[in-house]
């Protein structure tokens, strides 16, 4: 059981340069999440979705896009790397339920282990 | 909004106890709590549900007060193996898993 696999571990780009992070999880779970973190600033949610098809903004959504085909997969797009977007990112993802229309997150986050993006 | 953790560090001898608080602006409906060790992922210590209920996971348990929008974990009789940086994360509406800045807990022999 794999659990939440993030690709690349490590990724040097120059400004200006485009690339996409892989998150894959193999639990079968409705709610998958990008966060960064930054020295001081904990973990900040960048974009989340509640199931394929679905996806919405987090906390700091700009310069990031993501799109969510399949249950499994759940790629971060990074589109013109700026200085900026030095991070280490970490993808999350979790069961959800809820009634009457209203999601909980009653479940662990399970996150990968993360991928050390350093543009220059 | 990211929920507010206090302190912002904490260092410790073995035994000794803590708390690690957690408020947000926010109605919650509910209050996660991970440890992050340095280099590695966050993992998982528990979740609180609205309610108003304490939970214990071996020495580390922890409360929350809806009505007062806070959560508190307590860690007793601290171990060595302790030692990261403590988050919270808060739910709320609008359906976001929010996280605070984190405590980092020191634990010396």
């Known amino acids: 059981n794999a659990g939440v696999t993030q690709t690349p571990k490590f990724q040097v780009l120059k400004t200006g340069q485009s690339m996409t992070l892989q998150c894959a999880q193999d639990?079968?779970?409705?709610?998958m999440s990008w966060y960064r973190q930054d020295p001081g600033m904990g973990l900040r949610l960048i974009h989340y979705?509640?199931?394929?098809?679905?996806?919405d903004q987090g906390e700091v959504p700009n310069g990031y896009n993501v799109s969510r085909s399949t249950t499994e997969d759940f790629p971060l797009r990074l589109l013109s790397a700026a200085p900026s977007q030095t991070s280490v990112y970490f993808c999350?993802?979790?069961?959800?339920?809820?009634?009457?229309?209203?999601?909980?997150?009653?479940?662990?986050?399970?996150f990968g282990n993360g991928t050390r993006l350093t543009v220059t | 909004q990211q929920p507010v953790q206090s302190p912002q560090a904490v260092i410790l001898r073995e035994g000794e106890d803590a708390v690690i608080n957690c408020s947000s602006s926010?109605?919650?409906?509910?209050v996660h709590w991970y440890r992050q060790k340095h280099g590695e992922a966050p993992v998982f210590l528990m979740i609180?549900?609205?309610?108003?209920e304490q939970k214990g996971h071996d020495k580390i348990s922890a409360s929350f007060n809806e009505k007062k929008q806070q959560s508190s974990l307590y860690l007793t009789a601290s171990q060595l193996s302790y030692s990261g940086t403590y988050f919270c994360?808060?739910?709320?509406?609008?359906?976001?898993?929010?996280f605070g800045t984190g405590t980092r807990l020191q634990v010396f022999p």
């Open positions: 999350a993802s979790s069961y959800l339920s809820g009634e009457d229309g209203q999601i909980s997150y009653n479940s662990p986050l399970h």
């Open positions: 639990m079968n779970h409705e709610y």
């Open positions: 979705s509640v199931g394929a098809g679905i996806t």
């Open positions: 926010k109605a919650l409906y509910s």
């Open positions: 609180l549900l609205k309610g108003g």
């Open positions: 994360g808060t739910e709320g509406p609008p359906d976001k898993l929010i």
